[in-house]
């Protein structure tokens, strides 16, 4: 069964600095994984998705991701925070084996620091 | 905006009451999820339906159903409430049922349980 873990409930960063999230996952199938955004009292939105192919993803506001198998892991990370990147950060990943239903991760919550 | 529409946006009811959520998805798309997210369970996937049949169950209760229609908007009908059923409801929509779709989410339902 797949799992997702995002390690980090709470990420503060500097305006400008580094954002880096991190997820990994556990299946026992190759996985396609997403990373989606929450802004308060709103919906969730795609930031990006590895499907197969190109293992490092670029997605919507400067957000990539890299998928690494040896690792199990799906990072997320931005070079420079912005004010409006402040949200939570939900990991997401199915198995593509039948059941298409997202497993999430308990998300991450970014403050940006001016 | 997603082009999932959701409504009520927000449910004030009892305990041991009915309620019905209702959800219309993206043009085109036919698969309807419905997931559950409270504070202490996170996301949790509820159930899946593709053109009008059910793919999939998760963590659903029995006193909760579900159903889409011929014109594939989908409703989630939870009975018997508990206050443990306060939580945000979504529903996400793809346009298949394969793993590598995008769900594109709605603005939620809050559901509030006295």
């Known amino acids: 069964a797949q799992s997702v873990t995002q390690l980090g409930s709470h990420v503060s960063v500097s305006e400008g600095a580094l954002v880096l999230l991190r997820c990994n996952y556990s299946s026992s199938v190759p996985p396609y994984l997403f990373w989606y955004v929450q802004y308060p009292n709103q919906g969730l939105q795609l930031l990006l998705k590895y499907t197969t192919g190109a293992t490092l993803v670029k997605g919507i506001n400067g957000f990539e991701a890299e998928f690494k198998k040896s690792e199990t892991s799906f990072h997320l990370t931005k070079p420079s925070a912005h004010m409006s990147d402040a949200a939570e950060y939900f990991c997401a990943g199915n198995s593509g084996a039948g059941s298409y239903q997202l497993t999430f991760g308990k998300g991450t919550k970014l403050s940006v620091i001016p | ?114």
């Open chain 2, 1 to 114: 905006d997603s082009g999932v529409t959701q409504t009520p946006k927000h449910l004030i009811t009892a305990t041991g009451q009915r309620v019905t959520l209702r959800c219309s998805p993206r043009s085109g798309d036919l698969s309807v999820y419905w997931y559950q997210q409270s504070l202490d369970q996170g996301l949790q996937f509820l159930i899946h339906y593709y053109n009008g049949e059910e793919r999939a169950k998760g963590n659903i209760l029995e006193r909760f159903s579900a159903q889409q229609f011929p014109d594939l908007h989908s409703e989630l009908n939870l009975s018997s409430l508990e206050l443990g059923d306060s939580a945000l409801y979504f529903c996400a929509s793809s346009v298949g049922a394969g793993g590598p779709d995008t769900q594109y989410f709605g603005p939620g339902t809050r559901l509030t349980v006295l």
